[in-house]
């Protein structure tokens, strides 16, 4: 049965360039309009895409706040964002509005796991020093005490968020020999905790103030902005590193900086920030930090996979079913 709401062929509005095999299917299944050139959309071309679609396909890029969907015409019933995290959509005023969001989970959970591991490995192991080093032209050979780093086997990580690609990232750091602790809102299930052999910290606060990595896995939500705050940062010993893979809102940037600056924390790994796409001039002048431009997921196939979800879910809904990876708001 045909969505009543939604006509048989809808109008779907793409914010920005996807895989060439996805927007190829997109054309064939819906009337599509694409952004082929990628530049990101202003606020008055987004107001006019949710006025005219009936389904709009937005990344973590755009802001789909309460401004915007104030504005969207009656069409619009579907917004199935590429990508998982959903805190650039305003989930309660889509919610009064009877719009419906869907998100692509699961299928970027390796390949962001994957992203962190190397920056847990980077960064105590200083890749990045190391490799400035070479293309400086200035490396005069080896010493046996130069570019020295901490070891990563036998230390402790603390996993800020044991969801999905928390717990990739535990699978993954057992086999370099980390033992593995977490914090998490809820505990996770005891099989899971035993197959990770992972440590649940009830208090954060305790966790951060007991290990030497700290990795950032946990979606961006009011409950999250700042959980590592100024007073959170400090409680990191000295010689500990922080990653982040997951929204640079999570941590407040300038304490970082700050603490980074100072010795307060041994080094950082960001592959988010909280003004993306600008860095805290603060942290681009410090060697003991690696910055990534927002690459987690970034793999061909990630991006194909996410496509794909994004297409099943418009097509499930405009069939006048259940989208698969409706998001619910009390979920976040
Ligand atoms: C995506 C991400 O590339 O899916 C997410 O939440 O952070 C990224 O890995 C991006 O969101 C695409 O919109």
Redesign the pocket.
């Known amino acids: 049965m045909a969505n009543p709401k939604m006509k048989r062929k809808p109008l779907v509005v793409v914010t920005?360039k996807l895989p060439d095999v996805i927007e190829t299917r997109m054309m064939e299944l819906f009337e599509t309009r694409l952004n082929l050139d990628d530049r990101p959309l202003s606020q008055a071309e987004l107001i006019r895409a949710v006025k005219e679609a009936d389904v709009l396909v937005?990344?973590?890029?755009d802001r789909i706040d309460s401004a915007i969907l104030s504005q969207a015409g009656e069409n619009l019933r579907l917004i199935a964002?590429?990508?998982?995290?959903?805190?650039?959509i305003d989930l309660a005023t889509a919610r009064t509005r009877g719009i419906t969001i869907t998100?692509?989970p699961g299928v970027?959970t390796e390949?962001?796991a994957d992203m962190t591991m190397a920056l847990i490995l980077a960064v105590p192991r200083r890749l990045s020093e190391g490799e400035r080093v070479i293309r400086s032209g200035n490396w005069t050979g080896w010493s046996p005490t130069s570019m020295l780093g901490n070891r990563i086997w036998g230390k402790r990580l603390g996993i800020v968020g044991m969801g999905r690609i928390g717990s990739a990232v535990a699978r993954r750091a057992r086999g370099f020999g980390l033992s593995v602790h977490y914090h998490n809102r809820r505990r996770v299930h005891p099989d899971l905790e035993a197959e990770l052999e992972a440590t649940y910290w009830d208090s954060l606060d305790q966790m951060l103030a007991h290990m030497d990595i700290v990795s950032v896995n946990c979606?961006h939500t009011p409950a999250t902005y700042h959980l590592l705050s100024a007073r959170r940062l400090k409680l990191i010993r000295p010689h500990s590193y922080i990653v982040n893979t997951?929204?640079g809102e999570v941590i407040d940037e300038n304490a970082l900086a700050r603490a980074l600056e100072s010795g307060a924390i041994g080094g950082a790994g960001l592959d988010?920030f909280e003004h993306e796409p600008a860095i805290n001039p603060k942290l681009l002048k410090l060697d003991n930090v690696v910055l990534l431009p927002?690459?987690?997921?970034?793999t061909i196939e990630?991006?194909v996979d996410?496509g794909e979800k994004v297409i099943v879910n418009i097509k499930t809904f405009a069939d006048g079913h259940a989208p698969p990876d409706r998001v619910i708001e009390t979920m976040y």
């Open positions: 920005r937005p990344t973590v890029t964002s590429f990508g998982t995290g959903v805190d650039h998100n692509t970027l390949d962001t979606p997951s929204r988010v927002h690459m987690g997921s970034a990630g991006r996410m």
